[in-house]
């Protein structure tokens, strides 16, 4: 079985809970796909951070994050396959807003001016968090080559129609809901 197929059954075991929820797009769904009881499993983790560099594996960059917190741990995950595999990756984490004290930054980590950037998402239904993240990514002087995420439940058109590259490594028609 492929890492990616490994992953997928993963996340259909462990992350896909049936029932009414709401999302954080205010949207209702039949179900719910909680990804970090992937992206801090143990054993799903490696492979979300080596099946997406392979997702991504066309693209030039150098560091990868996204807005806190679903970002992160995909972030991390990404780092540490990357250093597997004999290549420095930096992570950064987005805040929504800058912090009103210490150094006041919105954007922690490695600073992103001037280098080529991965935005991350752990999953999305409407792009809203992804694209929160893209803009303050550009306006700290980050060149966002793509958007990259676990599983696409419905951003896809609004991240293209923003003009971004965007690789999901699964469709909400390849999980069993």
């Known amino acids: 079985m492929s890492e990616r197929d490994e992953l997928l059954r993963q996340i259909n075991d462990k992350a896909v809970v049936r029932g009414k929820v709401t999302l954080s797009s205010g949207k209702e769904a039949d179900y719910y796909v909680d990804l970090r009881r992937i992206t ?4 799903a983790a490696p492979l979300v951070g080596s099946v997406l560099l392979d997702t991504v594996a066309d ?3 150098d560091a990868v994050g996204g807005l806190t917190l679903g970002a992160d741990p995909v972030a991390g995950a990404m780092v540490h396959a990357a250093h597997a595999r004999g290549r420095r ?3 950064f984490v987005v805040r929504k807003a800058g912090k009103a004290h ?3 930054r919105r954007i922690e980590g490695p600073d992103v001016a001037g280098r080529r950037v991965l935005a991350l998402e752990d999953t999305s239904t409407t792009g809203g968090s992804v694209l929160t993240a893209v ?3 550009r306006e700290a002087g980050a060149e966002v080559v793509a ?13 293209e129609e923003e003009g971004l590259e965007y690789r999901p490594v699964f469709e909400v028609s390849d999980l069993d809901v």
């Open 135 to 137: 803009e303050a990514l």
């Open 89 to 91: 990756l930096d992570a």
């Open 102 to 104: 210490g150094l006041q």
């Open 40 to 43: 801090l499993d143990g054993e």
């Open 147 to 159: 958007v990259a995420l676990i599983v696409d439940r419905g951003a896809r058109a609004r991240l």
């Open 59 to 61: 693209l030039e960059f």
